[in-house]
């Protein structure tokens, strides 16, 4: 496994990749790696030959600058990971190295970015699409993995490389959640031991035949604060904010 910091070096060795008829599998991730980012890994290493995980947090997708701050950390531990699910790239950008031109954005808000997480998040999703095209081009993939946990962020990257015709394949992964429900997130490291329990109210809620409103009001009295639940693309999709903690779920509607 090779750990490369230079997006035209790692560009230049993806290239040299392809020309020797490999197939590239890509894993764009912002590290805290869990066993969610751990599936995405395996399924690219089933279905390619070489894996590329990229490990970025990415600052213009941070609507909120704490969120940002406080993102967790967690490096050694990643790097164990990434090794264990025989990746062969890791691609870790210094902070700065991705953004030469003084964080000028690229993708622009439409529909479907602006609803949902994006009507709470604004400039969350353009953020998210400037840094993964900006990816596609320096990690130019066969391939590239995104886990249904963020259903939105699935469908505008789907809508991202049909509208600008970039020849990668889109795989979406299911969602890996805790034995109680809860969804993996690297933030719910960010959780007491007591909210981790109630957290996972969440999925428990979103998977019940209520009404929208009543899974809402449900989660409300237990002490979230509910930023949506809302149906689209046949999911029942949710952010609830949990002392502090964002954290966003998703269903198919039965
Ligand atoms: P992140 O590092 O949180 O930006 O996530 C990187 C990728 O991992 C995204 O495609 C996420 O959708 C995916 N991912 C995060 N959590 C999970 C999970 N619990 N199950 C499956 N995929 C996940």
Same mark, same amino acid.
């Given at each position: 496994m090779e750990i490369i910091n230079n997006p035209t070096f790692i560009q230049n060795k993806i290239i040299?990749?392809?020309?020797?008829?490999?197939?590239?599998?890509?894993?764009?991730?912002?590290?805290?790696?869990?066993?969610?980012?751990?599936?995405?890994?395996?399924?690219?290493r089933k279905e390619n030959d070489i894996v590329v995980l990229s490990i970025y947090v990415n600052p213009t997708q941070f609507n909120d600058?704490?969120?940002f701050q406080k993102y967790p950390k967690t490096w050694e531990d990643d790097i164990a990971l990434a090794n264990d699910a025989q990746v062969d790239y890791i691609f870790a950008p210094d902070q700065n190295s991705l953004y030469p031109d003084n964080y000028r954005y690229f993708i622009d808000e439409n529909k479907n970015s602006?609803?949902?997480?994006?009507?709470?998040?604004?400039?969350?999703?353009?953020?998210?699409?400037t840094i993964v095209l900006k990816l596609f081009q320096i990690i130019p993939c066969h391939r590239a993995y995104f886990g249904e946990k963020d259903f939105q962020? =699935? &469908? @505008?990257?789907?809508d991202m490389v049909n509208s600008f015709f970039i020849p990668v394949q889109i795989v979406s992964v299911e969602t890996v959640r805790e034995e109680s429900g809860l969804a993996l997130s690297s933030r719910n490291s960010r959780l007491s031991v007591e909210d981790?329990?109630?957290?996972?109210?969440i999925? =428990? &809620? @979103?998977?019940?035949?209520?009404?929208?409103?009543?899974?809402?009001?449900?989660?409300?009295?237990?002490?979230?604060?509910?930023e949506y639940v809302e149906e689209m693309w046949g999911r029942k999709l949710i952010a609830a904010y949990?002392?502090?903690?964002?954290?966003?779920?998703?269903v198919p509607v039965k």
């Amino acid at each position: 496994m090779e750990i490369i910091n230079n997006p035209t070096f790692i560009q230049n060795k993806i290239i040299l990749e392809k020309s020797n008829n490999k197939k590239i599998g890509f894993v764009p991730t912002m590290g805290a790696l869990h066993k969610g980012h751990k599936k995405l890994l395996t399924q690219a290493r089933k279905e390619n030959d070489i894996v590329v995980l990229s490990i970025y947090v990415n600052p213009t997708q941070f609507n909120d600058p704490l969120d940002f701050q406080k993102y967790p950390k967690t490096w050694e531990d990643d790097i164990a990971l990434a090794n264990d699910a025989q990746v062969d790239y890791i691609f870790a950008p210094d902070q700065n190295s991705l953004y030469p031109d003084n964080y000028r954005y690229f993708i622009d808000e439409n529909k479907n970015s602006q609803i949902l997480c994006g009507a709470f998040r604004p400039g969350h999703f353009k953020g998210m699409m400037t840094i993964v095209l900006k990816l596609f081009q320096i990690i130019p993939c066969h391939r590239a993995y995104f886990g249904e946990k963020d259903f939105q962020q =699935l &469908q @505008l990257i789907k809508d991202m490389v049909n509208s600008f015709f970039i020849p990668v394949q889109i795989v979406s992964v299911e969602t890996v959640r805790e034995e109680s429900g809860l969804a993996l997130s690297s933030r719910n490291s960010r959780l007491s031991v007591e909210d981790k329990k109630l957290a996972s109210q969440i999925h =428990l &809620q @979103l998977s019940q035949n209520k009404e929208l409103s009543s899974i809402k009001k449900a989660l409300e009295d237990m002490g979230f604060e509910v930023e949506y639940v809302e149906e689209m693309w046949g999911r029942k999709l949710i952010a609830a904010y949990l002392n502090g903690v964002r954290l966003i779920d998703n269903v198919p509607v039965k």
